[in-house]
């Protein structure tokens, strides 16, 4: 899982395949011609890295992403334009 860091803020950006509601009940073949979905977990940490809070928040695409890279660079902007919404300071609640 890779991390970037945004205005003091650690983004990480969760990427799966996309799944209609059980629709291909434990059929798997290998690749996922359905496309991916997208949430972000922002965390936020004191001085001392002690973890002071973290939230996960679910990017609703419709329809889902067509790749990987899209979803992750979609999610990466979110959580981007979340913390900016707020001026970067500690909005999540404790």
Request: charged share 25%; glycine share 6%; hydrophobic share 35%.
């Amino acid at each position: 899982m890779s991390m970037h860091l945004y205005r003091g803020f650690e983004i990480y950006p969760l990427i799966y395949p996309h799944s209609r509601a059980q629709e291909s009940a434990g059929r798997y073949n290998g690749y996922n011609d359905q496309g991916f979905d997208a949430a972000v977990k922002i965390c936020l940490r004191e001085a001392d890295t002690a973890l002071t809070f973290s939230d996960t928040f679910k990017l609703s695409e419709t329809p889902p992403f067509p790749s990987t890279g899209a979803a992750r660079r979609a999610s990466l902007r979110y959580a981007e334009d979340l913390i900016d919404r707020h001026d970067g300071r500690n909005w999540m609640q404790s």
